[in-house]
């Protein structure tokens, strides 16, 4: 499938979707409400096929929290990228893509942990790898107060 018929693909799921190079990979910015539609449309369609989710993150732009998903298909050898912006910075949540990839119940829990992204519908969202005592904020978060002041801006 070519670059061109993957947008295709993700604009029947997601209209309004921005297409843009992200280093080495393309990649489609949409809005969290079309996510999950996209993801299963790209797992799904046998001409796609992306049946590898190798990476998923966040990224703090300080207004905003993207929500980062790379994909493959290794039948294929494709690789994309989607962005899901979150505006909500209060209260970040998008639905879970978990059941799709069971790779992103790990990824899932860590953007949990040190950006505070909730995933609807995830079993097991908890706190992977700092304390549930952990103090206020989010250590990842551009925002994030660091009281013994390691990093700063």
Sequence with gaps: MSNEEIQI????????AVF??????NAAVIQPEFLYAVML???????????????ETCVDF???????Y???????KNQFVIKARLTDRVNPSIRTVSDIWR???????EAFDFFGVK????????????????????PLRKDYDDPINIVSL
Excluded: Q
């Design 20 to 25: 843009e190079k992200s280093g080495p990979y």
């Design 103 to 109: 790779t992103a119940e790990y990824h899932e829990r």
């Design 119 to 138: 995933f609807e519908h995830h079993p097991d969202m908890r706190r992977i790898f700092l304390e549930d005592e952990w103090m206020k904020g989010y």
């Design 70 to 76: 790379h994909l493959e298909s290794r039948k294929y």
């Design 41 to 55: 449309k790209l797992r799904n369609e046998p001409e796609a096929d992306f049946d590898y989710l190798f990476c």
């Design 9 to 16: 693909l993700i604009t029947e799921a997601a209209p309004g």
């Design 62 to 68: 300080l207004t905003y929290i993207d929500v980062v």
